[in-house]
């Protein structure tokens, strides 16, 4: 059977075996998928550091009907993050961008703007050797792109709009709510920080946040991804790393 071959993002990689990989990936031309990379974990390998955390590759793959998972015959490095990957606060901001991505994206569907997002938010990570507003940038156009994006502006539950006034959320209810509507637990999320929301239409390399702004952009990060988690039922483990940085 002749390989294919997708230009892709490595989402995760688990050992397998005595020598293989179990490698998680995501094809430009072939959406998600698991494969296994032979001999992957032995000192001599002919991956190299093609499998790291995030990596843009080329990869060739062999899928048989009867198997889950493909063979791995070959895998090209075409852009690597170093500096991200082996520095443990970007690598924190790198590992809640692969687990997302893992919780949203269906196997072997192609997702052609997702990619490019992944990409981005990789390469901005590096670039500004920072994730903070990398990864809000990432989890707005994650939610917008799942069709889960609510209203910023009006309360979900009366349709109130907020004004300068702070609306409120949670992990357990969708959309934003007002004072009146609010249920207990719930968290404030400012004007300011809800006002993200219309600066993140921009090109991410062209957004930058003052300052005075850090709190208000942390409020509007940690709202997405309580959709995220509330939309894919499942929670991100690696959000807890993010609190110790």
């Known amino acids: 059977m002749p390989a294919r071959e997708t230009e892709a993002i490595i989402l995760k990689t688990f050992p397998l075996g005595e020598a293989d990989r179990l490698v998680s990936f995501f094809g430009r031309t072939s959406g998600r998928i698991r494969g296994v990379a032979g001999g992957a974990r032995r000192l001599k390998n002919r991956y190299g550091s093609s499998l790291e955390l995030l990596s843009h590759v080329q990869i060739w793959y062999v899928e048989k009907e009867t198997r889950d998972l493909v063979r791995i015959q070959q895998c090209e490095l075409l852009e ?23 919780r949203v994206l269906p196997e072997q569907e192609v997702a052609e703007p997702m990619f490019r997002l992944l990409l981005l938010t990789v390469r901005e990570i590096e670039r500004r050797a920072e994730w903070k507003l990398p990864l809000a940038y990432f989890a707005f156009w994650t939610v917008k ?11 979900a539950s009366c349709g109130k709009q907020f004004g300068e006034g702070p609306a409120f959320q949670s992990a357990l209810f969708d959309g934003l709510h007002c004072e009146n509507c609010r249920k207990p637990g719930m968290r404030p999320i400012s004007r300011v920080g809800r006002e993200f929301g219309g600066k993140f239409a921009a090109r991410l390399e062209e957004i930058s946040v003052a300052p005075a702004q850090e709190t208000s952009l942390r409020e509007f990060r ?3 991804f309580n959709w995220i988690e509330l939309h894919t039922e499942r929670k991100l483990f690696t959000r807890e790393m993010l609190e110790t940085n």
Do not use: I
């Open 80 to 102: 690597s993050f170093h500096k991200a990957q082996a520095d443990y606060g970007l690598s924190t901001g790198l590992a809640v961008v692969s687990e997302t991505a893992e």
């Open 145 to 155: 792109l799942g069709g889960w994006m609510p209203p910023l502006d009006r309360c």
């Open 222 to 224: 940690e709202t997405l």
